[in-house]
């Protein structure tokens, strides 16, 4: 494979101490086999400059205010030809040969639209990391959860998913390896989202139209985590729950979303009602203001519903993960029955 076709575009805001960390490793395992381009959304922390002075071979697009993850990836994607888009934070440590084993994954089935390799935390190594651990699925309500992750209960790796079915239904946004007509083909990251769940929108899609989603257990990187917005940020909460409901939106058929709606409405109460007792006020206010903001752009992300068909897409979970989890106490990806992922 030639260097060109593969085009390693890593979005950077404000993120100097990071670039700083973890830039020159990954030039050094991945610069035989890609391009690398960071593209910078408006940071003002001296991100490109810094690139200009200490890495002036680096390819950079600069942007001059933030344009979010998924305008920010719409817009420097535009402007870079390839093959394989790899869409990696610039939180991430990539081991010693963690390029080539997804990429002669992804070349030796076409039918892959997008990959993710395994993700491990960067502070506790042998851990999952939140963001994508080995491959995200999500239950019949929309809830996602990983393989080696579900809601805040992290599993250490010991392999157990090595030698697993690699196929998963959506591939972790902290470091995505696309197929760049798929990409293109699919519209893209919908920038209404602006942060957070536009991955597992853009994954759905792909598997829409026939696309399978998989991790390559072959390929390890280590992820920071919270690099931008820490766990506990309302900000983050109000992304999470509007854009998930978003999510369903999008891509449910009329047959099922309403009656799923209207479960998935009562469960987010529910969660905000928590949030407010435990004394989170900020996430409990955040948890309604997505809901505000949500019906507000129901019509628009219902339109979106009808443009790629009414197909049955495989690896969803048909339990729900919420009752499994917190009343089941099925708290690894191997506690859940697996005859209920389709």
Not at 66 to 79: C, I, P, V
Not at 103 to 120: F, N, R, V
Not at 194 to 202: C, R
Not at 310 to 335: A, P, T
Request: hydrophobic letters at 40%; glycine letters at 8%.
């Amino acid at each position: 494979m030639e260097k060109k076709d593969t085009a390693i575009v890593i979005l950077n805001w404000n993120g100097r101490q990071y670039l700083e960390k973890f830039l020159q490793p990954a030039i050094t395992r991945s610069r035989e086999h890609a391009r690398i381009i960071v593209a910078d959304n408006g940071s003002t922390d001296g991100s490109a400059e810094y690139l200009e002075r200490f890495l002036p071979d680096i390819e950079i697009i600069r942007f001059e205010t933030n344009l979010g993850f998924t305008g920010g990836y719409n817009s420097a994607l535009k402007m870079i030809e390839a093959k394989y888009y790899v869409l990696m934070n610039t939180d991430i440590e990539v081991s010693d040969n963690w390029l080539l084993p997804v990429l002669k994954l992804m070349e030796s089935d076409k039918e892959i639209g997008a990959c993710q390799p395994k993700i491990l935390q960067y502070h506790y190594r042998e851990m999952f990391e939140y963001a994508g651990a080995a491959g995200g699925f999500i239950d019949f309500l929309g809830y996602p959860f990983c393989r080696g992750r579900i809601f805040n209960t992290l599993e250490k790796d010991n392999g157990q998913y090595d030698k697993h079915d690699n196929e998963v239904f959506w591939a972790s946004g902290a470091c995505m390896f696309i197929r760049a007509d798929c990409f293109h083909d699919t519209g893209g990251f919908d920038e209404h989202f602006f942060a957070h769940m536009e991955e597992i929108d853009l994954c759905w899609r792909l598997k829409r139209i026939g696309k399978k989603i998989v991790c390559c257990t072959d390929s390890l990187v280590y992820h920071v985590g919270g690099g931008t917005l820490p766990k506990t940020n309302p900000r983050k909460t109000y992304f999470n729950f509007r854009n998930s409901l978003w999510v369903i939106a999008k891509n449910l058929p009329s047959g099922k979303f309403y009656w799923v709606l209207l479960l998935r409405i009562a469960l987010d109460n529910i969660a905000a009602l928590k949030f407010f007792l435990d004394g989170y006020l900020r996430d409990s206010f955040a948890v309604l203001r997505a809901h505000v903001d949500f019906w507000r752009k129901l019509y628009t992300m219902r339109k979106f519903s009808r443009k790629y068909g009414n197909k049955e897409v495989s690896k969803k979970y048909l339990n729900s993960i919420v009752w499994d989890y917190f009343v089941g106490k099925k708290q690894r990806y191997h506690d859940l029955p697996q005859n209920r992922f389709s």
